[in-house]
């Protein structure tokens, strides 16, 4: 462990050498405001635990890797993890790290067999039960979760960090899950803006992904945050990413960190169609380098697939998440459209 808190790799020990983490391990550290708890539950599951006064701790979860060649997050993500080891962070709250998907990152794939955020809620039981990697990870990222979010009192936050497949007219968004009888949050709106994330995609139904089942059963507040486009392990351009970075910091070591927004400075859209992909033969009727958030007319032939054309049900309707190439029964493309936020929670 002395080996650990000296270096700070987390990540890299649970890359290389997971079996150091196949039992749970608990020690503390000393840092300037006192002692930190740290809890390893297993190999990229770290939580930190800081004795302060805090008044209203918060318990934040931040997990990136779920796909594992979205690397901006989960290099953020680690180099927070090592300033809380080696001491150059102090926190003011409890704060969960999960880097989700490690066999993927170590062959700079999105997955191995399974995309992992379609296996949330419960998911990576059903049909035919826990019979590969994303699914037992799944599973343990929601145990983790629960296991966090039950043994602390206190308002709960989870942002699932990732970055997309392909360039974006709007860099950086954010999937708000669908709230069912809650109400959107302006002050998670702010901080999101805070992040540089002013793009809000409103999702009007349950789904699978880590985000929802946060949101669902834990009753916190939690987004699947894009912070960019997909690059290389060291390729990054990490001032693209700084807003983000500097507000996560200001998060979990600021006592009341309370940024502000306007909310006609944020693009509000919901989600208008949810299109999965049901035949073989399924094909987008655009490039593979049209730009999230490319909009088109009332009518336009968006995607089709054996006896079945998907167009534009609204002029301005824009794609979001276009992947021709995922398993069959799942989502292909989400279109959106702009709307408003009327009721919002403090």
């Known amino acids: 462990m002395q080996q650990l808190i000296d270096s700070g790799n987390f990540l890299a020990l649970s890359r290389r050498s997971p079996s150091l983490f196949s039992t749970p391990i608990t020690f503390e550290l000393q840092n300037s405001s006192g ?10 599951i770290i939580s930190f635990y800081p004795e302060t006064d805090t008044p209203n701790k918060k318990n934040v979860v931040l997990s990136c890797g779920v796909h594992g060649n979205e690397t901006a997050p989960i290099e953020i993500c ?27 990152m170590d062959i700079a794939e999105r997955f191995v067999e399974e995309n992992m955020n379609r296996l949330f809620s419960g998911a990576h039981s059903k049909d035919e039960g826990l019979v590969n990697s994303e699914r037992k990870r799944a599973k343990a990222l929601e145990d ?3 296991n966090f979010f039950n043994g602390n009192s206190g308002e ?45 995609l409103l999702s009007e139904s349950a789904t699978t992904t880590f985000s929802y089942y946060s949101s669902y ?17 060291g390729h990054n351009d990490m001032a693209r990413f700084a807003d983000a970075k500097a507000a996560l910091i200001s998060l979990i070591t600021e006592e009341d960190y309370a940024p502000t927004v306007e909310i006609e400075e944020l ?34 032939v968006l995607a089709s697939e054996p006896n079945t054309q998907y167009i534009a049900q609204e002029d301005g309707e824009a794609i979001v998440f276009p992947n021709a190439k995922v ?19 403090a």
């Not at 169609?273 to 009518?299: A, C, M, W």
Request: net charge neutral; aromatic share 10%.
């Open 35 to 44: 002692v930190v708890r740290v809890v390893i539950a297993a190999p990229g």
């Open 78 to 104: 680690d180099e927070l993890v090592g300033h809380i080891l080696t001491g150059k962070l102090t926190l003011s709250h409890n704060v969960l790290f999960l880097f989700g998907n490690l066999p993927a």
């Open 144 to 146: 983790a979760v629960a």
């Open 156 to 200: 709960r936050f989870h942002y699932d960090l990732h970055t997309a497949i392909r360039a974006s007219k709007n860099e950086k968004f954010a999937v708000y899950p669908f709230l069912h009888e809650r109400k959107h949050s302006k002050g998670q709106l702010a901080f999101l803006a805070a992040c540089g994330v002013k793009t809000i």
């Open 217 to 233: 059963y834990h009753n916190a507040h939690a987004f699947t945050v894009e912070l960019g486009k997909v690059q290389p392990f």
């Open 267 to 300: 693009h509000i859209y919901r989600v208008n169609q949810v299109i999965n992909r049901q035949e073989e033969q399924f094909s987008l009727h655009f490039d593979d380098d049209t730009p999230n958030f490319t909009d088109y007319p009332k009518g336009t």
């Open 327 to 345: 398993a069959i029964g799942q989502r292909a493309l989400l279109t959106v459209v702009p709307t408003t936020l009327e009721s919002l929670d």
